[in-house]
């Protein structure tokens, strides 16, 4: 008897390739550390910019960063009122 693996292997999808990332960040107006979490496709490679609100004055930060190969690199917190 032959014994054959050809056509056996399994193919698992993935339909949430998301990584969530948490990230600590200075508030742009009162200088407390809050964390936010990054939701970031794994397979998105760019710039991107968020609001987020602190956690302590809930003045708005913007949040720019850059992502490549689902790192986040290059965090630039500002204003978020603009
Ligand atoms: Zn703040």
Same mark, same amino acid.
């Given at each position: ?30 200088? +407390?550390?809050? +964390? ?27 949040? +720019? ?18």
């Amino acid at each position: 008897m032959i014994c054959c693996s050809i056509g056996s292997t399994k193919i698992i999808k993935y339909h949430l390739a998301l990584s969530q990332i948490y990230h600590s960040i200075t508030c742009y107006f009162c200088f +407390e550390t809050f +964390e936010v979490d990054l939701e970031v496709d794994d397979h998105f490679n760019g710039h991107n910019d968020e609001i987020y609100d602190c956690v302590v004055c809930c003045n708005p930060n913007r949040i +720019e960063y850059d992502v490549y190969d689902g790192e986040v690199r290059g965090i630039v917190v500002g204003d978020g009122n603009e």
